[in-house]
């Protein structure tokens, strides 16, 4: 059975800092992960999607790499803002429930202040 | 990307009733739309995977005659939560694919509450 694990399980930095979130994930098996933002009461923001494939996604500030074998990603964030203020999510789409069935990690709170 | 609206964003209900929660896609169209539930400080867990024009499928442990979803459409798919208890409150949100694109797409959710 696929399970994902974040830790941290909450952060708190100083504006500026560059971080590392990390994401581990028991099976291989798996079409790609997808890292998520979250705001308190809201829905979820898609941030990167690695394909099983691929090493790593940038976006702006944010990138995020994978190594399957070893059932592990990780999510940089650069420069970091009190805008990045939420909770991040990894999530992997495991071969054994299709594509497109998402198994969510508990995710990393993160707290970024002035 | 892909639009994904999610109505009501908060529900309070009296413990008993009936609540119905919808998910749209707006610029796109969805055969398949997956509903998650989340409890505070836990992960989002899968309940169900909404079909259109069909079943949907339950994950286990989720209760079908409980939780009523309707994909009548290719852009709208609804859950309906049925004599609603205290403990169905939770954070519900709905997510849906681009065909052919395996990056997903999450509705505002819904905070439910029943007292």
């Known amino acids: 059975k696929q399970e994902v694990t974040q830790i941290p399980a909450a952060l708190s930095v100083p504006e500026g800092e560059n971080l590392v979130l990390n994401c581990s994930f028991t099976?291989?098996?798996?079409?790609?992960l997808q890292w998520f933002r979250q705001d308190p009461g809201k829905g979820l923001t898609s941030l990167l999607l690695?394909?099983?494939?691929?090493r790593e996604q940038t976006s702006g500030r944010l990138n995020a790499s994978l190594d399957k074998s070893s059932g592990r990603s990780t999510l940089y964030i650069a420069a970091s803002q009190p805008g990045d203020s939420a909770t991040y999510l990894c999530?992997?789409?495991?071969?054994?429930?299709?594509?497109?069935?998402?198994?969510f990690g508990a995710g990393t709170r993160l707290a970024v202040h002035p | 990307g892909a639009v994904v609206s999610q109505h009501p964003s908060r529900v309070i209900c009296k413990s008993g009733t009936s609540v119905k929660i919808e998910c749209r896609s707006l610029?796109?169209?969805?055969?398949?739309m997956f509903w998650y539930r989340q409890f505070p400080k836990q992960s989002l867990m899968l309940m169900a995977t909404?079909?259109?024009?069909?079943?949907?499928?339950?994950e286990q442990g989720v209760e079908k005659d409980k939780f009523l979803i309707n994909h009548a459409s290719l852009t709208l798919s609804t859950l309906t939560v049925t004599s609603a208890h205290p403990e169905d409150s939770s954070f519900y949100i709905c997510?849906?694919?681009?065909?052919?694109?395996?990056?997903?797409?999450f509705g505002q959710g819904t905070r439910l509450t029943v007292v």
């Open positions: 997510s849906a694919y681009v065909t052919a694109s395996t990056e997903a797409f």
């Open positions: 099976d291989s098996a798996i079409y790609n």
């Open positions: 690695i394909q099983s494939s691929q």
């Open positions: 999530a992997v789409s495991p071969f054994s429930g299709g594509y497109n069935k998402l198994i």
């Open positions: 610029d796109f169209q969805a055969t398949t």
């Open positions: 909404s079909n259109e024009g069909s079943k949907a499928t339950y």
